[in-house]
């Protein structure tokens, strides 16, 4: 479970532009329209203004004759240090302080009504942008004028492309691909001087990993801890200049096995850190806890039987997995971006569930969940959002009805303004999810005794003897993808698909409980959440890091390596919840023999006091 400390290695945007592409440049010289000249702004430093100017030229001067000009251009850069410790069973494979820096820059030509984006199929735009270490203003504007070329050659094939799909197409008028920008904002900040004690750090990583010897049951695992400092800058030509300089740490465990049965069981926790830690006494305490509750757990897990058979009846969510499941659901169903337009219409099984049911009952009339980037020393909380937004409470929903949806300056159908809810990530993908989401209810919570009384009786009613409590959801941003192919449902009654189970118990009446693996969530619709049936007395916090955008989420499987430089922050606060409308479903596959040899810590005669 070596981690790649290569921050940028899954940006996936176009390759640089090159001056060796045969083409000549699109920026005619001199330009067609002229320049103004920007006034000169103190607070700017060289290179920031040398952006400025260039994406200014660019949009004055970037023209091919039969295609549509540009009315707007960006540019996001990004320059980090990256310490990355990897630790397994005492030694530290991993050691890594890098800086690292990237780029991106985005065209759309034609207008605000109808342009280049919104658009499945090529990259729309988008162009790779090289940046140096450290601020070169010569080289910003070089490189930025031929990603500029780079980006307005991709959007302009795309807009025709969409041309010739849109006159095809019998449907009404779509939604504008953009709206007009709010007032200008600049924002400056600057990454000061930190010390990270990386001596200190890897010294802790090898003793917490060393704990591994004593769970001979794991087969492998590791202990990370990454430390990522960034400034963010973001320039564009409707008058904006936005910076960040953000501190963001990660102490994880992560560790495999397999059952007796051969399932390739995986288990991992993280510490979500702001700022840059200490390998001090609190954070080791912590990191020890931590690494016995994953050995301790994934032992428990590959000893478990498994589920027997499908479910479909109630299911509580409690500890971390109510959160985790808003987390998964709410984040990127609640997202206002349209579907993509296709060669066959709109995409309508990529749009956001959400989206068709705005001033509709989502969830029970006693519940409301408000998303608040404002709320102070929260977790997620921010002041602007990528766009030059400035961030607001919101309302998702009052009383169980849907009254607003995550918007950028991308509209719908029904809605046209952003209310700031554009993130970008360190990995500059940019989109809409949560910032502190809370869900709170106005009927009366129960205990967690209560709660499974009521889940029993109910799973009673459905026909069952027992009934599951999910106490934690698979956390992607930290284990990646299954790695198991058994690990993927395929019936269900939508197309929501639901992390893994990572904790779950089938409850009996009398108290009986038993841990279980094996289970999965069949893929689900949104209308589960209309189907809450009591929540708990007390709310719990959770913060995590989700990825961007309608496709991320806590769902998303970034994996140890993408924690940091692929997601934001954000937290969810909410009591148990008990739901009805899901299934678990029972994984069926072919799994891999134990390996031939035994594991060395498994050896009965190992001489004593060796590993």
């Known amino acids: ?15 640089p532009a090159t001056a060796s592409s045969g083409a000549p440049p699109a920026v005619v010289a001199p330009a067609v329209a002229p320049v103004a000249t920007p006034k000169p702004d103190p607070e700017l430093d060289a290179e920031t203004v040398a952006l400025r100017d260039e994406l200014a030229r660019g949009l004055a001067g970037l023209r091919v004759p039969g295609a549509p000009a540009p009315y707007r251009a960006e540019v996001r850069t990004v320059r980090a240090q990256l310490l990355s410790l990897d630790g397994s069973y005492g030694g530290v494979i991993v050691n890594v302080l890098d800086r690292q820096s990237a780029g991106a820059v985005e065209v759309r030509v034609g207008s605000p009504a109808r342009d280049n984006t919104n658009f499945f199929g090529g990259d729309s735009g988008i162009a790779q942008l090289e940046v140096a270490l450290d601020p070169a203003p010569r080289f910003a504007a ?19 492309i969409k041309q010739v799909v849109l006159k095809r197409l019998a449907t009404g008028e779509p939604a504008p691909d953009f709206t007009p920008p709010a007032a200008p904002v600049q924002m400056h900040a600057e990454l000061a ?33 990454q430390i990522l400092r960034t400034q963010e800058t973001v320039v564009n030509t409707d008058g904006m200049v936005l910076q960040w300089a953000r501190d963001r740490a990660v102490l994880a465990v992560v560790a495999d096995t397999k059952a007796p049965d051969g399932m390739h069981l995986d288990h991992g926790y993280a510490i979500q850190l702001r700022g840059i830690p200490s390998a001090d006494d609190e954070l080791l305490a912590a990191g020890e806890k931590l690494v016995d509750q994953t050995l301790r757990e994934l032992e428990e897990m590959a000893a478990a039987p498994m589920i027997e058979e499908d479910y479909d009846g109630p299911l509580l969510f409690a500890g971390d997995a109510a959160a985790q499941l808003l987390g998964a659901t709410v984040a990127t169903e609640a997202v206002g971006t349209p579907a993509p337009l296709g060669e066959n219409g709109r995409m309508v099984d990529l749009e956001p ?11 029970p009339n006693d519940i409301d969940l408000v998303d608040d980037p404002t709320l102070a020393g929260a977790f997620g909380s921010y002041q602007i959002d990528a766009e030059g937004v400035a961030a607001r409470r919101l309302v998702l929903v009052d009383d169980g009805r849907l009254d607003a949806l995550l918007m950028t300056r991308v509209p719908n159908a029904k809605v046209t303004g952003s209310n700031g809810r554009a993130r970008m990530s360190p990995a500059l993908e940019s989109g809409a999810t949560i910032s502190n989401l809370t869900l709170t209810s106005k009927r009366r919570g129960s205990t967690l005794a209560q709660l499974e009384r009521e889940l029993l ?10 009934a599951y409590v999910i106490e934690s959801l698979r956390d992607g941003a930290v284990l990646g993808p299954v790695p198991r192919e058994s690990a993927a449902a395929y019936a269900g009654t939508g197309n929501l698909n639901l992390p893994l189970p990572a904790r779950v118990f089938r409850i009996e009446p009398g108290g009986k409980r038993t841990l279980v ?50 997601t934001v922050d954000a937290q969810v606060t909410t009591p148990d919840l008990l739901v009805d409308g899901l299934e678990l479903l029972v994984e069926r596959g072919e799994h891999e023999k134990p390996p031939t040899l035994q594991h060395p810590l498994r050896r009965k005669d190992k001489p004593p006091g060796n590993p």
């Open 1 to 15: 479970m070596m981690s790649s400390p290569w921050l940028f290695a899954a940006l996936l945007l176009a390759p």
């Open 142 to 160: 070089k490189k930025l004028w031929l990603s500029l070329d780079n980006a307005f050659r991709g959007a302009t094939k795309a807009w025709s």
């Open 193 to 225: 001087p930190a010390t990270i004690d990386r001596d200190g750090l890897a010294s802790m990583v090898a003793s917490l990993s060393a704990r591994f010897s004593e769970h001979p049951g794991v087969d492998n695992g590791d202990v990370h801890v």
């Open 353 to 363: 569930a959400w989206q068709a049911k705005l001033g509709k009952q989502v969830m």
């Open 457 to 466: 009786s109910r799973a009673q009613e459905d026909g069952y003897e027992f």
């Open 517 to 566: 693996r094996g289970a999965l969530l069949a893929p689900a619709s949104m209308r589960v959440l209309r189907r809450i049936r009591a929540v708990g007395n007390r709310a719990r916090t959770v913060p995590m890091r989700v990825a961007v955008g309608a496709y991320g989420g806590f769902g998303a499987d970034v994996g140890i390596d993408g924690a940091l430089s692929q």
